[in-house]
């Protein structure tokens, strides 16, 4: 006997927890899977599992790890699961361990580059992680190499080699989230010019952040400015430090020698804009070189957070030494005190040194202060941590006697430049007192007589200072002393710099191309207009990084075409280049740049220019080509920039490329750009390619900080397939202010993208939020909904402009300034363009119609371009000079005086009509329409091409449709719309369908009938079955074949009266008795005649009322309204009534026709 047991509920929940359990929990990290943590016992579905958590910092509910930080150390986090089915329950715990994250100093860097994992030879287009990025794929060379002759790569490692041609980069990715990084490599340099350079940087294009090797120099940068840097040994690998702290946003760039750290920035720089830094690219070559270079290197690039790589503690090394003059003066029977010196660490931060703790400080040397004389003291100091580290300073202590003349120690003098000619003075002298004596010459030597009769200063320390002497065109100072009688003299040399005076274009040229050293003395002014008809302009690219001054003349007739970056001047760095008019300068390149200044880096200042009659073409296509094209400045690299008076005339700027306007083309990102007092009038600026954008007449792509103030533009034209602004074409960085105040510009733009929306009046594609104040703007009316334009209320018509009233009122800052005045149409200008315009005359014309006269305004030497008035029915013929029209106006005629002009008008002859059919052996002869009267539409023609057919349907006038009521006005050629002839196919001769020529109709569906016993058989043409399979080429009616099988049945009052309101000639039997005691039955017209046979098999029809209806007088009345040739029989009526006042009628039959019934 077998006896069952069955498990209760607390039973369950201890077999479940028996088999509940957590595995892999010891040694929990973020790299574990997350932990499953089941809700249904497994085998025991019905027990449920709760768990609570100790601590989810670290354990979260849904079972993700979460490390603790290294400080916190290792967590022990208890898991307790709750079982429980019904009322039994059970709780079973679990003790995990999370492992603390290791220290910060043991953080896995992002980078450890040491290029070992790479063969030797040429990189391709990649190296390894290292990606070739798209758009730099220059022609410049990358190359692993094992060993460099008589150099040793640091760390036996292999290195870079890095040949500097066309741009090219390689882009490595660092993810993170760090907050200060810190990269590392080692850099060596081949060559001091011509170099090859080492860009390692933030971004592909302006970086805001980078560093690296430029010529001999480590240097640094920050906002793609200007590279700063300290000079370094040729064929030697220096190991450098560069610090990005992306919280405050600051770099620190260092060389490390003997294992401690050498700064190259004194102390952090600050950059502007958001950084990542997530990843780093490196870079070498550019647009600008013209043949590959040395090499350069780089190797053991290692990335990591500071954390993990911190600066090595500070070494001691005496450095700099401070506050310890060379000489030190005293007074017989005074006290001498030693001098007190300062002493910097050499390495790092350059700390002060601690005297006695870090080193120690020996004084030795008497001084006699009883005796007059010199006496050398030495301060010789020693380091505390390295006895070999010495240093020795000898000062020399003056003694003097007080009843002594004075004496002259040294004198220092500034440079001198032109024209403003002076000079800061530093004379050091033994005593503090007396009177001092300064002359200036031009004679190497002066007695003290003369010297004395010059300018004189009171002593009152050893040192005197004198501020902007006024030099004038001397070359040598003279100073002496009065104290106790004469001193000592001291005549020196001064440092002027030199006008060099350019007076035929080989100078003008030699100039802007002159080495830096020689530019840097020289002061360039020009003194005389210079005409380079036949000139031959070189292809150069020198940097001019000086003053050049135009002296108000004018250089002109001048045609460059270069390779390199264009511009009069190619660079401009740290320059002045004002007072100059440029008229038919005409320049194109295969590179970016302007027509004045391609580049700018530094402190640039270009003032009072008027550019005439000019153009510049940037018109060379490949993709290697960046764009850049202006008629001021093609590109501001870095620095500042400031653009100011300046006029621009009959000129403009073609670009096949991208980034182009009449004042500066682009700028890079932390760059500062002032413009004032800006005029434009009738320039074009014209981007024609599909890629085009950035085009706007002050600046085509705006990165950085700019201040616009008082601009005129009128009549400008500009042209891009994007981001079209009529000041602006690109306003890209958010964060760099811009402020445009007091503008007017009048003008147009077309943007040949249709979807693009980036096209407006003052901006076109706009990033930020500029400052606008008081800034006018008429016409632009292919602006779209993008960028940034003005308020209606200060949108102009432009006439409302040329009133002297509207610029006082609107503009006071423009009228009542002194660089501008009104021109002839009462349009303000800079008075320095309207000083080189030449007047307008009124000239008068005569229509000699129903015309009134018109007098215009035309400038001398401009030729007359105007549309002369037009009267229907007359054609314009052309200017007379005289009234009776016999003296036409020559050919190039140019006004140089005001002139009464004639027009000669001849009637309008008739107007041919041509008509053009496109279609061999189609013909429509043209008509001859007088003026005004209307065209005849020609009749349609037909013709046949290959195997369709097709008609004329309408005609054309320059692609639109012609409207034949248009009252014709001159000779049109009109051309035919053909389209392939359509037939109608219709069915039953309803139904129907249009069929192009030659093609097939497509069957319609089925057709059916009232009574089921219709079947359809097929449709007929003209009696035969028609396939649909045949081609159409006619009208055609197609009619539907029914067979009947056998008789009819009717069967109920629809069908009865369905038979009898519709013709049918068929045999019909009636299946039972029918009712129509509530069927209301109307007649209004004569119905349908019944042609067929009707069996009513003894059925009774009955209680029928049938009434006539309607006006017509013709209306039959009866079950049957019409038979012809029909058979009624074997039919019961009761109770029928027909009502019919209007016609004839019958209870059975209203009418028989043909008696045949």
């Known amino acids: 006997?077998?006896?069952?047991?069955?498990?209760?509920?607390?039973?369950?929940?201890?077999?479940?927890?028996?088999?509940?359990?957590?595995?892999?929990?010891?040694?929990?990290?973020?790299?574990?899977?997350?932990?499953?943590?089941?809700?249904?016992?497994?085998?025991?579905?019905?027990?449920?599992?709760?768990?609570?958590?100790?601590?989810?910092?670290?354990?979260?509910?849904?079972?993700?790890?979460?490390?603790?930080?290294?400080?916190?150390?290792?967590?022990?986090?208890?898991?307790?699961?709750?079982?429980?089915?019904?009322?039994?329950?059970?709780?079973?715990?679990?003790?995990?361990?999370?492992?603390?994250?290791?220290?910060?100093?043991?953080?896995?860097?992002?980078?450890?580059?040491?290029?070992?994992?790479?063969?030797?030879?040429?990189?391709?287009?990649?190296?390894?992680?290292?990606?070739?990025?798209?758009?730099?794929?220059?022609?410049?060379?990358?190359?692993?190499?094992?060993?460099?002759?008589?150099?040793?790569?640091?760390?036996?490692?292999?290195?870079?080699?890095?040949?500097?041609?066309?741009?090219?980069?390689?882009?490595?990715?660092?993810?993170?989230?760090?907050?200060?990084?810190?990269?590392?490599?080692?850099?060596?340099?081949?060559?001091?010019?011509?170099?090859?350079?080492?860009?390692?940087?933030?971004?592909?294009?302006?970086?805001?952040?980078?560093?690296?090797?430029?010529?001999?120099?480590?240097?640094?940068?920050?906002?793609?400015?200007?590279?700063?840097?300290?000079?370094?040994?040729?064929?030697?690998?220096?190991?450098?430090?560069?610090?990005?702290?992306?919280?405050?946003?600051?770099?620190?760039?260092?060389?490390?020698?003997?294992?401690?750290?050498?700064?190259?920035?004194?102390?952090?720089?600050?950059?502007?804009?958001?950084?990542?830094?997530?990843?780093?690219?490196?870079?070498?070559?550019?647009?600008?070189?013209?043949?590959?270079?040395?090499?350069?290197?780089?190797?053991?690039?290692?990335?990591?957070?500071?954390?993990?790589?911190?600066?090595?503690?500070?070494?001691?090394?005496?450095?700099?030494?401070?506050?310890?003059?060379?000489?030190?003066?005293?007074?017989?029977?005074?006290?001498?005190?030693?001098?007190?010196?300062?002493?910097?660490?050499?390495?790092?931060?350059?700390?002060?040194?601690?005297?006695?703790?870090?080193?120690?400080?020996?004084?030795?040397?008497?001084?006699?202060?009883?005796?007059?004389?010199?006496?050398?003291?030495?301060?010789?100091?020693?380091?505390?941590?390295?006895?070999?580290?010495?240093?020795?300073?000898?000062?020399?202590?003056?003694?003097?006697?007080?009843?002594?003349?004075?004496?002259?120690?040294?004198?220092?003098?500034?440079?001198?430049?032109?024209?403003?000619?002076?000079?800061?003075?530093?004379?050091?002298?033994?005593?503090?007192?007396?009177?001092?004596?300064?002359?200036?010459?031009?004679?190497?030597?002066?007695?003290?007589?003369?010297?004395?009769?010059?300018?004189?200063?009171?002593?009152?320390?050893?040192?005197?200072?004198?501020?902007?002497?006024?030099?004038?065109?001397?070359?040598?100072?003279?100073?002496?002393?009065?104290?106790?009688?004469?001193?000592?003299?001291?005549?020196?040399?001064?440092?002027?710099?030199?006008?060099?005076?350019?007076?035929?274009?080989?100078?003008?040229?030699?100039?802007?191309?002159?080495?830096?050293?020689?530019?840097?003395?020289?002061?360039?002014?020009?003194?005389?207009?210079?005409?380079?008809?036949?000139?031959?302009?070189?292809?150069?690219?020198?940097?001019?990084?000086?003053?050049?001054?135009?002296?108000?003349?004018?250089?002109?007739?001048?045609?460059?075409?270069?390779?390199?970056?264009?511009?009069?001047?190619?660079?401009?760095?740290?320059?002045?280049?004002?007072?100059?008019?440029?008229?038919?300068?005409?320049?194109?390149?295969?590179?970016?740049?302007?027509?004045?200044?391609?580049?700018?880096?530094?402190?640039?200042?270009?003032?009072?220019?008027?550019?005439?009659?000019?153009?510049?073409?940037?018109?060379?296509?490949?993709?290697?080509?960046?764009?850049?094209?202006?008629?001021?400045?093609?590109?501001?690299?870095?620095?500042?920039?400031?653009?100011?008076?300046?006029?621009i005339s009959d000129s403009d700027v073609s670009n096949i490329h991208k980034y182009s306007a009449a004042i500066v083309a682009g700028t890079e990102s932390g760059i500062t750009l002032v413009m004032e007092d800006i005029y434009i009038q009738n320039v074009d600026v014209i981007e024609d390619s599909g890629s085009s954008e950035c085009v706007g007449v002050l600046i085509g792509r705006l990165k950085g900080t700019a201040d616009i103030n008082r601009v005129v533009a009128v009549d400008v034209f500009l042209q891009a397939y994007k981001n079209l602004g009529g000041l602006i074409g690109k306003y890209e960085t958010a964060t760099a202010p811009l402020s445009i105040s007091n503008v007017f510009i009048q003008g147009e733009v077309e943007c040949t993208y249709s979807e693009s929306l980036t096209v407006n009046a003052v901006i076109g594609s706009n990033a930020g939020e500029p400052t606008l104040s008081n800034v006018w703007v008429s016409g632009f009316a292919n602006s779209r909904t993008s960028g940034l334009s003005v308020p209606e209320e200060f949108k102009v018509v432009f006439d409302t402009v040329k009133a002297d009233a509207w610029w006082t009122e609107k503009m006071p800052e423009i009228a009542n300034s002194d660089l501008w005045a009104a021109n002839q149409q009462h349009i303000q200008a800079l008075s320095n363009f309207l000083a080189t315009e030449k007047p307008y005359f009124a000239i008068t014309l005569v229509y000699n119609l129903e015309i009134e006269d018109e007098v215009i305004q035309v400038q001398q030497g401009k030729s007359l371009v105007h549309t002369p008035a037009s009267m229907p029915g007359y054609n314009f013929v052309g200017w007379f000079t005289d009234e009776e029209l016999i003296e036409a106006l020559p050919e190039n005629y140019r006004i140089s005086a005001a002139v009464t002009l004639y027009g000669k008008y001849e009637p309008a002859p008739a107007s041919t009509v041509s008509f053009v059919t496109n279609v061999e052996g189609v013909t429509i002869p043209s008509q001859q329409i007088n003026y005004g009267n209307k065209a005849t539409a020609p009749a349609s023609q037909q013709a046949m091409v290959g195997e369709v057919k097709i008609e004329i349907t309408g005609w054309t006038l320059n692609g639109e449709r012609f409207d034949f009521n248009t009252p014709i006005t001159e000779s049109i050629e009109l051309v035919a719309v053909w389209t392939t002839v359509k037939y109608t196919v219709k069915f039953d001769g309803g139904n129907s369908v249009q069929v192009e020529y030659g093609q097939t109709v497509t069957a319609p569906a089925t057709p059916t009938k009232f009574f089921e016993e219709y079947v359809f058989t097929a449709w007929l043409l003209d009696g035969t079955p028609f396939d649909f399979e045949t081609p159409i080429t006619a009208d055609i009616n197609l009619v539907s074949l029914f067979t009947v099988s056998g008789p009819i049945q009717i069967d109920t009052v629809e069908e009865f009266i369905h038979l009898v309101t519709n013709e049918y000639s068929d045999d019909f039997i009636l299946m039972n008795d029918l009712d129509f005691a509530t069927y209301e039955w109307k007649q209004s017209d004569k119905g349908k005649a019944f042609k067929g046979s009707f069996d009513g098999q003894n059925h009774t029809l009955s209680n029928i009322t049938i009434t006539s209806e309607g006006s017509s007088n013709d209306v039959y009345g009866g079950i049957f309204q019409r038979v012809d040739g029909a058979t009624i029989k074997n039919l019961k009526i009761n109770n029928a009534n027909i009502n019919n006042s209007q016609g004839r009628a019958g209870i059975l039959a209203g009418r028989i026709e043909n008696n045949s019934t």
Not at 36 to 51: F, Q, R, S
Not at 115 to 139: Q, R
Not at 533 to 558: A, M, P, R, Y
Request: charged share 20%; aromatic share 8%.
């Open 1 to 647: 006997t077998l006896y069952a047991k069955w498990l209760n509920d607390q039973d369950i929940v201890d077999l479940a927890y028996e088999m509940l359990t957590l595995t892999g929990i010891d040694n929990l990290t973020n790299s574990s899977p997350r932990l499953i943590l089941p809700i249904k016992a497994a085998n025991y579905e019905k027990v449920e599992i709760t768990w609570s958590i100790d601590k989810t910092q670290y354990i979260s509910t849904a079972g993700v790890i979460t490390q603790p930080e290294h400080e916190v150390g290792d967590q022990t986090v208890t898991l307790t699961a709750t079982l429980k089915l019904n009322q039994a329950q059970k709780i079973k715990t679990f003790t995990a361990t999370v492992k603390a994250l290791p220290p910060l100093s043991e953080t896995v860097p992002l980078l450890d580059e040491d290029f070992k994992n790479y063969p030797d030879g040429e990189v391709g287009s990649s190296l390894g992680d290292w990606a070739l990025v798209s758009g730099k794929a220059g022609t410049s060379v990358y190359t692993v190499v094992s060993s460099i002759e008589n150099v040793t790569i640091p760390g036996g490692s292999k290195a870079l080699k890095l040949q500097a041609f066309s741009e090219r980069q390689f882009e490595m990715a660092i993810p993170h989230n760090y907050d200060v990084v810190v990269i590392e490599a080692d850099l060596m340099q081949t060559a001091s010019s011509e170099a090859t350079s080492i860009n390692i940087q933030s971004s592909a294009s302006s970086p805001i952040v980078g560093f690296g090797l430029n010529g001999d120099e480590i240097y640094w940068r920050v906002n793609n400015g200007s590279q700063h840097g300290v000079p370094i040994e040729l064929n030697k690998f220096y190991r450098v430090r560069f610090e990005i702290d992306l919280v405050n946003k600051t770099v620190q760039l260092f060389y490390y020698e003997d294992g401690q750290l050498m700064p190259i920035t004194s102390e952090p720089k600050s950059y502007t804009g958001d950084l990542a830094l997530t990843s780093i690219f490196l870079r070498t070559g550019s647009s600008n070189t013209t043949s590959i270079r040395p090499p350069a290197y780089v190797s053991n690039i290692l990335i990591n957070r500071i954390e993990a790589l911190p600066r090595p503690a500070e070494s001691v090394k005496l450095g700099e030494i401070q506050d310890l003059p060379a000489t030190q003066n005293i007074a017989v029977g005074s006290t001498f005190i030693p001098s007190v010196p300062k002493v910097l660490n050499y390495y790092g931060s350059k700390r002060d040194l601690v005297k006695d703790t870090d080193y120690t400080l020996a004084i030795s040397g008497e001084v006699n202060t009883a005796v007059a004389g010199n006496y050398n003291v030495v301060y010789t100091f020693t380091n505390k941590n390295n006895s070999e580290d010495v240093k020795t300073i000898t000062q020399v202590v003056t003694v003097y006697s007080e009843e002594q003349p004075n004496e002259i120690s040294s004198v220092e003098t500034s440079f001198v430049p032109y024209p403003n000619r002076k000079t800061d003075i530093t004379v050091t002298v033994v005593q503090p007192e007396g009177v001092l004596y300064y002359l200036f010459s031009n004679n190497e030597t002066e007695t003290a007589e003369a010297i004395k009769a010059g300018i004189s200063v009171n002593i009152t320390s050893g040192t005197v200072e004198i501020d902007d002497a006024e030099v004038g065109e001397n070359a040598y100072i003279h100073i002496i002393v009065v104290l106790n009688g004469d001193s000592n003299i001291k005549s020196e040399a001064l440092d002027r710099q030199l006008l060099v005076e350019i007076d035929t274009p080989q100078k003008f040229y030699y100039a802007v191309h002159a080495s830096e050293s020689e530019q840097k003395k020289s002061y360039y002014l020009l003194i005389a207009d210079l005409d380079f008809t036949d000139f031959t302009w070189g292809d150069q690219e020198k940097s001019f990084k000086t003053v050049f001054d135009g002296n108000g003349h004018t250089i002109s007739n001048l045609t460059i075409t270069k390779e390199k970056i264009g511009g009069i001047f190619a660079l401009a760095e740290d320059a002045i280049i004002k007072n100059l008019i440029i008229d038919n300068v005409q320049m194109s390149s295969s590179k970016q740049g302007a027509l004045l200044v391609g580049e700018t880096r530094g402190e640039v200042r270009i003032e009072n220019i008027v550019i005439l009659n000019s153009s510049y073409a940037y018109e060379t296509a490949g993709s290697d080509k960046v764009g850049y094209a202006a008629l001021i400045v093609g590109r501001i690299r870095g620095g500042s920039t400031t653009i100011v008076n300046v006029a």
